[in-house]
């Protein structure tokens, strides 16, 4: 938020930036979603959870953290 008009402000975020999808990571890996939620289950892969909602927790991983895991 901007200190003098309460406003948010537009920062500008790089390609490392962006979080990706469980099923963007899956596409891209070309393995089953459920591999990828197990690989962050049990912390091969770092992701960010969110809020939970219905049956399913929701995940991002972020860019920078995906490109580490494609240069092992």
Known sequence: MSK????LSHEHH??????LTV???AAKLRVD??????WI???????VSLPHVGK???YRV???TF??????
């Open 4 to 7: 003098h008009t309460g406003q």
């Open 14 to 19: 790089t390609a490392e930036d962006r979080l």
């Open 23 to 25: 099923a963007e990571i």
């Open 33 to 38: 979603q459920t591999t990828v939620r197990r």
């Open 41 to 47: 289950k049990h912390g091969t892969l770092e992701a």
């Open 56 to 58: 399913r927790q929701s």
């Open 62 to 64: 972020k860019t920078s």
């Open 67 to 72: 490109g580490k895991i494609l240069a092992v």
